[in-house]
Each structure stands twice: as C-alpha cells, then as structure tokens.
C-alpha cells in the first residue's frame, strides 16, 4: 500500500511484551507477533494526555498559538493525543481559550504536534476553598453558563466541585452532551461525591477524579472524602501527576490495587514543561521551576513540568510492568474520553505510536502514521 510503514521490534500488548511487527498508514494495518524478531525498541500505543496545561512556552489560555506550541512540546514525548487544559481565569478569558482550541482544530489541528479531540475545562466550576493553584476566579455552574461553554463544542472534559449550587444538574448537563465529569478542587464530603457520581453514571456519562489526592483532601478512616469516593467506585476513573512531587508512592500504589484498569497518568503541565528551571506563570500568577518542581511564591505547588515519558519510566520504577504502564497512559485515558479509534495497538485503529529504547526513551513517535519530532530542543 501506497505509503505504508512498518516497525519492528517488542510489541507492547495487554497480554505481555512480545516480538513483532507493525505496519501502518494513517491506521495500523497490520500487528505481527514474530518470534525471530531482534533489537532493542519497544513499540507502545501513543500516549493520551488528558489534563495539560502547557509546554514549550505555550499555554492553552494563551489561543492558538499557546495550544501550538505545547501540542508540539508533548510529542516530542510520546504524547500523540491530548486535551488542551483550561486554568480559572475571568469568564471572558475561560471563553475565548475554549474559541482558541476550536480555532485550532477547524483549522485541522497542529502540525507537528499531537491530536487534539478536545479540551478538558479545569476550572472555574471549582471550591473557592479548594483552589490549589488555580487562580481566585471561581464561578457557580449555573445553567447559562454551561450552556455558553458548551456552545463551541469543543469541551471534553470538565472538573467540577460537586458541593457547589448546581453542580448536580451541570453535571448532568454535561454528561449528555458527551463529556466526561472530574470530581476535583472540592471540599465535598464522600457522600456528595458518591450520589453525584451514580448521577452521571446513571445518565449514561463517564467520570473523572481531576488528579487524585490533589486539591481534595486526604482520607481518613472515618472521613473518606472524595478521594475515598473516588477510589471505591467501580466506573471513576482516576488521573495521577506521577511527577514525584504530587503524590506519594505509597498512594501511588494504593490507587492500583483498589483500582485496576481505571488509573490513568497526567501531565497537567504548564508552559514551563521542556524549558528548565526558572522563572514562569500559569494563569497570569508567578511560577518558580526548581529541580523539576512549580510552585506559586507560597510554596504551593502549580501543575508540574511533567512528560509523559517521564510519567511512564516513573510507574515502571515503581514497579508496574510495562504493560500496565502503558495502558495507564493509552488505553485507560483513551477509554476515559470514550475514544475507542486509539489506545491500543490494533489493526484499523489510528497509527498512534511512541517507539522507545531499552531504557524507554523516546526514539520514534507517530501520530495518525506522521512522524514527529522527538526529544528536547
């Protein structure tokens, strides 16, 4: 076939790691096991990232060009589809990034960067007694205002705090229209958390914890929170920021034995992601990169310059066989955003594809079967 490619070395599939061979155009044609096959490379389905904020110097409430320039960042890493992420900012600035996002897949995504289905609103239907790092803009999700930012059809998914007035039926609104529903920045007790996610559940839609343990409080044996809400319900699935700064190994470990097959890693990222230690800002607030560490001048931390190949190489450190890791960053966020045209490395599915070393760094990436360029500048 007329452009056609093809790959060898060890494939990873949800049964094992075994030799083989892909071959592809913009979909994989064909996924091989071949017992003669050598080398040193590992073939993965490309990674889904569904909570990033930046990179490259880009961020997506910067417009298109934000949007550009951290689509590029990421797949240079191995993320070959992710949702362009929303800070709380002032309506009209929530507004007019979500137009950005849609100017940039009208006009047929970014070249040399990864896919963009959508974007992922984090914020400003969030506890003002649970901000993290976002900024001091939190709004109520009234009925006009999800209708407004649903209008441009480009909304993915949304973090909502399910304590805040109208928070039940905004969830609900929208699950029907197809996003998925991140319980996260929220003060709600476990029981609030539970009833809005049998909700939504119950209407059909697909749910979220907005990165686990973070900007949710802790769980304690007789107040589980939303974190013990999250974690018990058998359909939530769950974003991790593995970045060795947000959460502990042990929690990291804790999320895999009660939930197999629903932890998912993210980046949440922000426009310093690739640049190095130094000076930034996410939402118009300083930012400080130490040691691969953001934080606000208090000491907060602000997302991460987190990569998803770092990501991968950290579950793998601690201990998930690759396998595992990999569907934590393919197929399980991909399943989280009902994409079922990626994520896995199966024939008729999009040529999405991150090629790694024996020490998983990134040698090759495809996306829809393009190669892309890898690395750091």
């Known amino acids: 076939m007329a452009g056609e490619r093809s790959l060898r070395g060890h494939l990873v599939l949800p049964g094992g790691v075994v030799p083989g061979e892909v071959r592809f155009g913009s979909h994989l044609e064909a996924v091989t096991p071949l017992p003669g096959v050598s080398g040193e490379l590992y073939i993965l389905p490309g990674f889904v990232d569904t909570h990033v904020h930046g990179g490259g110097g880009g961020d997506t409430m910067d417009g298109p060009g934000g949007v550009a320039a951290l689509a590029r960042l990421h797949a240079r890493h191995g993320t070959t589809t992710l949702l362009p992420t929303t800070v709380t900012n002032p309506w009209e600035a929530v507004l007019a990034a979500l137009r950005g996002v849609r100017e940039v897949m009208d006009a047929g995504g970014v070249r040399g960067g990864a896919d963009i289905p959508g974007a992922h609103l984090e914020g400003p239907f969030i506890s003002p007694g649970r901000l993290g790092a976002q900024p001091p803009h939190p709004l109520l999700p009234t009925p006009a205002r999800v209708a407004e930012v649903l209008s441009p059809g480009v909304v993915r998914a949304v973090t909502l705090a399910p304590e805040l007035e109208g928070a039940a039926g905004a969830a609900l609104a929208f699950a029907r229209a197809g996003v998925r529903v991140g319980i996260g920045h929220t003060r709600a007790d476990a029981e609030t958390v539970t009833a809005l996610l049998k909700a939504v559940h119950a209407a059909g839609g697909r749910t979220a914890a907005t990165h686990l343990y973070n900007a949710m409080g802790g769980l304690e044996g007789r107040v589980p929170g939303p974190a013990g809400a999250l974690l018990t319900d058998p359909h939530a699935f769950l974003e991790v920021i593995l970045d060795g ?59 991460s310059v987190l990569t998803l190949d770092r990501a991968l190489r950290q579950a793998v450190g601690a201990g998930v066989p690759l396998p595992g890791a990999s569907a934590m960053l393919s197929a399980v966020p991909a399943a989280s955003l009902g994409l079922t045209d990626r994520g896995r490395l199966r024939p008729g599915l999009r040529s999405d594809l991150v090629v790694l070393d024996r020490d998983l760094q990134v040698r090759q990436v495809y996306v829809a079967g393009q190669p892309m360029r890898v690395g750091e500048d």
Do not use: I, K, N, Y
């Not at 992601?273 to 602000?302: F, H, I, K, N």
């Open 245 to 303: 700064h947000h959460v502990h190994p042990t929690s990291f470990h804790l999320a895999c034995r009660a939930a197999p097959g629903r932890v998912m890693l993210v980046s949440d990222a922000v426009r310093a992601a690739g640049l190095g230690d130094g000076e930034s800002d996410l939402g118009g607030q300083r930012v400080t990169v130490r040691g691969g560490r953001a934080t606000l001048p208090d000491g907060t931390l602000a997302g």
